[in-house]
């Protein structure tokens, strides 16, 4: 079969981010941004195609998102934080939601939105999630901006 097929490619120069951080737990979301920055820079982000925006918690990371994806401005979006699991639900509570948004902010404004909020039930598996030995979420949602971006410069 001759059909066309598209892929998208590790190439980040040119394109625009937009990444919204939370501050809750910014002893992890602080290395979740240098490993998304990292990993940005070593695929050809320009620094000045980079939009940071601090926000308190995961909750209010859904709206930042949006604001940024009517702007218009950016090829990829991506969130970054760190929610774990305490004594009661309210952890469960905040990353189902926050998915949920994040999915329609992309589907709404046809941008990527790639959640890179690392969902731990304890301290130490998020410790594992921010740089450590289970790598980086950060990179990792930051490697799946690029490729989304990409992507979608070619589909028609």
């Known amino acids: ?14 394109l625009k981010f ?8 910014d002893l992890f979301t602080g290395q979740l941004l240098k490993g998304a920055l990292d990993c940005l820079a070593r695929h050809g982000a320009n620094e000045k ?4 925006v601090w926000v308190p918690g995961a909750y209010e990371q859904p709206i930042a998102l949006k604001k940024l ?15 774990i ?3 009661t639900s309210h952890a469960g509570l905040i ?10 902010i992309s589907l709404d404004s046809g941008i990527p ?7 731990a ?9 921010c740089g450590s030995k289970s790598g980086n979420r950060g990179w990792n949602a930051a490697q799946t901006a690029i490729e989304m971006a990409s992507l979608f410069q070619q589909l028609p």
């Not at 937009?18 to 737990?25: D, Q």
């Not at 990353?95 to 999915?103: F, G, H, K, M």
């Open 1 to 14: 079969m001759n059909c066309k097929e598209y892929s998208g490619q590790l190439n980040a120069k040119g």
């Open 18 to 25: 937009g990444i919204v951080v939370s501050r809750f737990n």
């Open 49 to 52: 195609d980079i939009e940071v």
């Open 69 to 83: 994806a009517q702007a218009g401005k950016h090829n990829s979006l991506i969130a970054l934080g760190a929610v």
């Open 85 to 87: 699991q305490g004594a």
């Open 95 to 104: 990353n189902a939601q926050v998915a949920r948004a994040l999915t329609q």
């Open 113 to 119: 939105v790639v959640d890179g909020i690392v969902a």
């Open 121 to 129: 039930e304890n301290l130490d598996q998020a410790i594992e999630r």
